[in-house]
Nanobody, 116 residues
Framework: QVQLVESGGGLVQPGGSLRLSCAAS????????LMWYRQRPGKERELIAV????????NYVDSVKGRFTISRDNAKNTMYLQMNNLKPEDTAVYYC?????????WGQGTQVTVSS
C-alpha cells in the first residue's frame, strides 16, 4: 500500500524541541522532492519546508527559518522535520507530502501543540 505515515507530534513547552518523522511505504521516495506543510488553527495549509531529491538542498518559509530543519534518509525511506525553539504560533497539524506521478500523496497529519 502506497502511503506516508507521520509520527512524533505532541505537546511541548515554548522553547522546546520535537522531531517529526514521515515514513513512506509501497514506493521508494529517493527520486522525489519532499515537503512538510502545516495547518494552523483557522488558517490555510502552508508549505514550510522542502528538500530536493538530489543533493538535498533545502528551502524554508521565513517563519521557521533557522529553527526547523528538514532532512531525508533514503535508505530508510523516511523524512524528518527537526523543530527547535518552538513557539506557540507553531501549534498546528503537520503534514508531509510527496508529489508522485502527477498526484499529491499526503500523510495523515500529526498534531503539534506548543503551550506552557
Amino acid at each position: 500500500q502506497v502511503q506516508l505515515v507521520e509520527s512524533g507530534g505532541g505537546l511541548v513547552q515554548p522553547g522546546g524541541s520535537l522531531r517529526l518523522s514521515c515514513a513512506a511505504s509501497g514506493f521508494s521516495f529517493s527520486t522525489y522532492v519532499l515537503m512538510w506543510y502545516r495547518q494552523r488553527p483557522g488558517k490555510e495549509r502552508e508549505l514550510i519546508a522542502v528538500i530536493s531529491s538530489v543533493g538535498g538542498s533545502t528551502n524554508y518559509v521565513d517563519s521557521v527559518k533557522g529553527r526547523f530543519t528538514i532532512s531525508r534518509d533514503n535508505a530508510k525511506n523516511t523524512m524528518y522535520l527537526q523543530m527547535n525553539n518552538l513557539k506557540p504560533e507553531d501549534t498546528a497539524v503537520y503534514y508531509c507530502k510527496v508529489r508522485r506521478n502527477g498526484s499529491d500523496l499526503w500523510g495523515q497529519g500529526t498534531q503539534v501543540t506548543v503551550s506552557s
